[in-house]
């Protein structure tokens, strides 16, 4: 269902019953647009229901210049509400609607642009409280503020999110919250995004003292501010700030840039958080690392730093990896690719594709760079003395000097490895196909004996945990390992050997 109006007005009027109604398949969503340009206006003033066939789901999109709600009864029953409009404050009609409908369900998203000339600003005037797990986004173009005297709150496991400098172009955008922000009842999060060149007045702030993180989220706490990084300079620009919170707003394209490595020539570790929010850096070119350190209660999450070049001015006798030099605290979701090797010293360099050394926990993270090193390597860790789990590594690990030695995933193991493979070529004197020196592995080990005719993992493994690649294919073969719904593992149709199942379902 389209309804559009150029210049104009879009009047969707409700009785007792719904009026607006779209119904899809199973294979492509229930979808309602109204549209009025930015110029016109949408009115809302009965029900809109945006389902797929089997009652689920469903998307109701609206963008307009004028935003008015008519009646006491409003509200959108769908998946998922997503308003655009130039600026917006929300008055009685639009938090009751708001209520009615994330108390139905519905998660909302509303995007102020500041077309027209108008400021962007968005303020949450009323207050909005609800029950259940659907969400509410407010993403201003330039500042967002929650008025004196009004309450956003969930009971349930609904998240919130309030964001500044929504299109991410360095506007000064702050978020300022003059009353309350009360989570105390919910399992969800909070998260306000800001400027880095605004500021953020969190106001009283009310969390869940019983609330756990979800398993491999990275998250250390249920209310978050984070600084929004949007442009290369501004990655550099965390060295003035070692323990802030920071969040990707837009991928980064930094081609060209000289970029110094975060904390090393201070000797400063990382102790905030580093949220990629799912975005990507390209074509980073640290002289080592991007990180030197991640202290015991930061963490780096949810980023993937691609087509990297990394490791050229490490000293002789140093680690280093894309990621970090070393890690003491929480890397999850966190993916690297591209080059990592040494300019010179090539007989005393230690590199991982991901990290040099790890002392605290990598989750659900992964390499497919390429590892060149003059000593010591491995294709996501060099030497892992804490824990890796589901994590995976699919990059050539090469030995540049004749005794270097070479793991496919670490290369040293005095930790604990759960859940994880590593597929790419190693070539060294000495070489293994999960580690060169390993202690505390399982019996559960297998490898491929037709790609990888050598075994030295750094444990007495049987000769019978060798499989062919036919083996490799079935699951049946992994003693030990849960291929089901609930398990780690997946085997992809044609594939010749496991994935992790979230790499699947993600």
């Given at each position: ?46 029900n809109i229901a945006a389902k797929n066939a089997d009652g689920k789901g469903g998307t109701v999109d609206m963008d307009t210049g004028l935003f008015t709600f008519w009646g006491d009864f409003a509200k959108v029953v769908a998946g998922q509400w997503n308003v655009t409009l130039p600026a917006y404050t929300f008055d009685n009609g639009a938090s009751r609607s708001f209520t ?407």
């Amino acid at each position: 269902m389209n309804l559009q109006a150029v210049d104009g007005n879009i009047y969707a009027l409700a009785g007792n019953a719904d009026v607006l109604r779209a119904t899809g398949t199973a294979v492509r969503d229930g979808h309602v647009w109204l549209v009025a340009g930015p110029k016109g206006q949408v009115i809302l003033a009965g029900n809109i229901a945006a389902k797929n066939a089997d009652g689920k789901g469903g998307t109701v999109d609206m963008d307009t210049g004028l935003f008015t709600f008519w009646g006491d009864f409003a509200k959108v029953v769908a998946g998922q509400w997503n308003v655009t409009l130039p600026a917006y404050t929300f008055d009685n009609g639009a938090s009751r609607s708001f209520t009615r409908s994330l108390n139905d369900g519905t998660s909302i998203s509303m995007t102020t642009t500041g077309a027209n000339g108008q400021s962007g600003d968005l303020v949450a005037d009323q207050s909005i409280q609800w029950t259940g797990g659907a969400s509410l986004a407010l993403h201003a173009a330039h500042s967002l503020t929650v008025s004196p005297g009004v309450t956003l709150s969930n009971q349930g496991s609904g998240a919130v999110t309030l964001r500044a400098d929504a299109a991410s172009v360095n506007d000064g955008g702050s978020i300022t919250n003059n009353r309350t922000i009360d989570w105390s009842q919910s399992t969800g999060t909070v998260s306000a995004l800001y400027d880095m060149n605004g500021s953020y007045t969190p106001g009283t702030l009310l969390a869940n003292c019983a609330w756990v993180a979800p398993d491999y989220s990275g998250l250390v706490t249920q209310i978050t501010g984070y600084k929004l990084v949007n442009r290369v300079q501004g990655l550099q620009n965390i060295e003035s700030d070692m323990s802030g919170n920071y969040a990707l707003g837009r991928d980064i394209d930094a081609t060209g840039y000289a970029f110094k490595t975060l904390g090393y020539a201070s000797n400063t570790s990382f102790t905030g958080q580093f949220d990629g929010m799912w975005h990507s850096v390209s074509y980073l070119k640290p002289d080592i690392s991007f990180m030197s350190d991640i202290a015991a209660n930061a963490v780096v999450r949810d980023v993937n730093l691609l087509n990297a070049s990394a490791g050229f001015a490490l000293r002789s006798g140093g680690f280093a990896g894309i990621l970090a030099m070393g890690n003491h605290g929480t890397i999850m979701n966190t993916f690297t690719s591209g080059y990592i090797g040494p300019q010179s010293n090539f007989s005393t360099t230690d590199m991982g594709g991901l990290v040099g050394t790890n002392y605290g926990t990598i989750g659900r993270s992964g390499s497919s760079a390429r590892v060149e090193h003059g000593s010591g390597g491995g294709g996501l860790v060099y030497d892992n003395q804490g824990t890796i789990m589901q994590s995976y590594a699919t990059g050539t690990v090469y030995a540049v000097a004749s005794r270097g030695s070479s793991g496919g995933l670490v290369h040293n193991n005095s930790g604990t490895i759960s859940e994880a493979f590593a597929t790419g070529a190693v070539y060294a004197t000495r070489r293994g196909t999960v580690c060169v020196s390993c202690t505390g592995l399982g019996s559960d080990v297998y490898w491929n004996t037709e790609s990888t005719p050598q075994t030295e993992n750094g444990g007495n493994l049987p000769t019978s945990n060798g499989l062919t690649t036919a083996q490799m294919s079935d699951p049946k073969s992994f003693v030990g390992w849960n291929f089901g719904s609930d398990g780690a593992w997946a085997m992809p149709a044609g594939a010749t050997h496991p994935v992790l199942r979230w790499q699947v379902e993600h």
